[in-house]
């Protein structure tokens, strides 16, 4: 139900300018008044001449003081319109930045000129709180069109099969059971990892006190055997390292680190490390691989969603859905972290999640 609209906040600003100036008027002259009259006698004075008494005085005085009120009135009013209308200046610059935004245009920026006060900080505030609005939003355009392609090529691969086998009477039924898992298994590792990154982004748990150094060690121990395979060593170290969050988003996020270590490495005599640091106020946990000289350009495109290289199609460890170290920037995000990727001399990739430390 609409509330009915009163008086504007530039009229009852110029309402209040305009009483505390009458206010002020009339408590002026009723002193000045009554200070000056209680010398006057109010009976009739003998002189030589004519002497104004009390009441001579007050029938003079009052049709002045009554001009003067009206002329106070009217400088209040006008001189009170006048300074509301530029104090509110400000706040219609930014009530119409924020209909623009309110219209869906995220471009405009207030850009408040002039020294430092309250409305410039909240200009300011507003002007960042845009800007964040329009990156979060372009990168959620970004991930839904990734998103929706992601989850269409398995859906369309099921498709083409089903419509081969359809008119293919010789076909190979077992083949064609193994190929839809396969591709089946895929949107649903899809499925799941955009649920967990979108999990992340909401901030869906509650905070426990967990010990990156033993979510390390797990994380070392369930990739062995596919270190293994390939060839990698690796190596877990480092202090406990305490810190408050999700355990099960944590783990996560520290088997993608290790997981994306291992695969992306030397084709033999590959190493990754694995260690945490403590700081007064941090936590850090840095994952470490050798591996291709990497590129700076190329390093800052890694956390982006369903960057995948040629290679994944070749490989089955790495035919992953490309949101491995996505999801990993989401987490530590989410956990008031930060997450910094840097080339590694000689080759390779190094991570340093950093998270705060929980209050002793």
């Not at 690796?234 to 291992?262: C, R, T």
Request: aromatic share 4%.
């Amino acid at each position: 139900m609409p509330r009915a609209r009163g008086l504007s906040v530039r009229w009852r600003l110029t309402l209040s300018y305009a009483a505390i100036v009458i206010v002020s008027g009339v408590v002026l002259l009723t002193v000045v008044s009554a200070w000056l009259l209680r010398y006057v006698p109010d009976g009739a004075i003998v002189a030589d001449r004519f002497v104004p008494n009390r009441s001579d005085l007050v029938r003079a005085f009052t049709p002045a003081v009554v001009v003067a009120l009206v002329v106070l009135l009217l400088i209040g009013v006008g001189g009170g319109w006048l300074l509301a209308g530029r104090m509110l200046a400000p706040l219609d610059r930014i009530g119409h930045a924020a209909r623009l935004a309110a219209e869906g245009s995220l471009s405009h920026r207030i850009a408040m000129e002039g020294r430092g006060d309250e409305f410039r900080d909240l200009a300011d505030v507003f002007d960042s709180m845009l800007e964040r609005l329009e990156t979060n939003m372009a990168e959620q355009k970004r991930f839904a069109a990734n998103a929706s392609h992601e989850l269409r090529t398995p859906l369309a691969i099921s498709q083409a099969l089903l419509e081969v086998a359809r008119t293919d009477p010789g076909r190979d039924a077992d083949a064609l059971i193994g190929r839809l898992s396969e591709v089946n298994t895929r949107a649903i590792e899809l499925t799941e990892a955009l649920l967990l990154l979108s999990r992340a982004d909401r901030r869906a748990f509650t905070n426990e006190p967990v010990d990156l150094s033993l979510l390390a060690e797990e994380a070392v121990e369930t990739l062995a055997p596919l270190a293994d395979r390939r060839g990698v060593s690796l190596e877990v170290g480092g202090e406990e390292a305490p810190a408050l969050g999700s355990p099960a988003l944590l783990q996560q996020l520290i088997m993608n680190l290790v997981h994306n270590a291992v695969v992306h490495n030397l084709a033999s005599g590959g190493m990754v490390a694995v260690r945490t640091h403590v700081r007064p106020r941090s936590v850090a946990l840095v994952v470490e691989n050798t591996g291709e000289v990497l590129a700076p350009g190329l390093v800052e495109t890694l956390v982006e969603p369903f960057q995948r290289g040629a290679e994944r199609e070749r490989d089955p460890d790495l035919a992953g859905v490309g949101l491995g170290l996505a999801i990993a920037q989401r987490i530590t995000e989410a956990h008031d972290g930060s997450l910094m990727l840097a080339p590694r001399d000689g080759g390779g990739l190094n991570v340093t999640v950093w998270l705060p430390r929980p209050p002793a």
